[in-house]
């Protein structure tokens, strides 16, 4: 499969956002990008307020926090309005995991990604399997709409950051170790020549395995914060560009609220919650300072 140059009708090096530039260089140096996704402003600004220099969302967090299963249940139009205020409420990068982008077809993936580049994320996830399926969507289709995606967002003079995800250690369990590896290079060499900027292969943990993607596709790598994976100093030394939670973040939110509430259930606990430092001043600063760094 053959791509061409991606289409540049109204965007030039020169109008680059500094945004747009931040996110780019925080793939690209030595340190690893660790983004703990979150689900709603107030958990952006929380992480812009510690001195994180971009935020992702989840799209598990997305739509379990808010009474829907993950895969696409929780409404479009409201994913749009709710990055649009995330965006809105802090003055740092903002990446969103829009899953295979609510569509059906290129034609609403179209329309889907300008909606999306409107709320002004400047990056997103963009995975290559369904939710309802255990099989992955045929390498070459995924590629033509992740050029589909860029040519997009170039046309609505935006360099959104496509980080590809790919569920090959996730879904194809009738493949062996080398043959998930090698299916993962092959489709991150073909996501990268579609107009990818960073892969995903998620539920990826072995240390060699993970090596042998940076060294054979050459994109920064996403790799899921996971039991088994190997340390932040083994990350870096192996040229990881970025650590992701996922559901993590809202699985720690809600294991800490929940030992609180069994506590309380027993009439103990209430020195936890009157002693807690994140006092009601604290959320007020928090979101009474939007877009500050």
């Known amino acids: 499969m053959v791509f061409y140059s991606i289409k540049k009708n109204k965007m030039s ?30 958990g952006a600004l929380l992480l812009q307020d510690l001195g994180f220099k971009a935020v992702a969302t989840a799209s598990a967090s997305i739509a379990c926090s808010n009474g ?74 995924q590629a033509e709409r992740i050029h589909l995606i860029k040519n997009t967002a170039s046309e609505m003079g935006s360099s959104l950051f496509i980080n590809a995800r790919t569920d090959v250690f996730l879904k194809q369990n009738n493949l062996s170790k080398e043959e998930k590896l090698n299916e993962a290079i092959q489709r991150g060499k073909l996501y990268k020549s579609a107009g990818a900027d960073g892969l995903y292969p998620i539920f990826l943990k072995e240390q060699q395995s ?60 209430m020195e936890e919650i009157t002693n807690n430092p994140a006092t009601s001043d604290y959320l007020n600063k928090l979101i009474s300072n939007p877009q500050s760094s």
């Open 13 to 42: 090096a020169n109008n680059i956002s500094s945004n747009e530039n931040l996110f780019y260089q925080l793939h690209h140096n030595s340190e690893i990008l660790v983004l703990p996704n979150i689900w709603n402003p107030l």
């Open 68 to 141: 829907y299963q993950d895969g696409e249940k929780y409404p479009f139009n409201e994913l749009v309005l709710l990055l649009k205020r995330i965006t809105q409420s802090v003055s740092i990068p903002v990446t969103a995991d829009v899953e295979r982008g609510y569509a059906k077809n290129n034609i609403e993936l179209k329309e889907n990604i300008k909606r999306l580049v409107d709320t002004g994320i400047l990056g997103i996830n963009f995975e290559d399997s369904k939710h309802e399926e255990q099989k992955l969507v045929a390498k070459e289709e």
């Open 210 to 269: 993970i090596k042998s993607i940076i060294d054979e596709v050459q994109l920064p790598i996403n790799i899921l914060m996971l039991p088994g994976i190997p340390g932040f100093a083994a990350l870096k030394e192996i040229g990881v560009a970025r650590v992701s939670l996922g559901p993590g973040f809202l699985k720690y939110a809600i294991n800490s609220m929940k030992d609180v509430a069994n506590k309380l259930l027993n009439y103990q606990g």
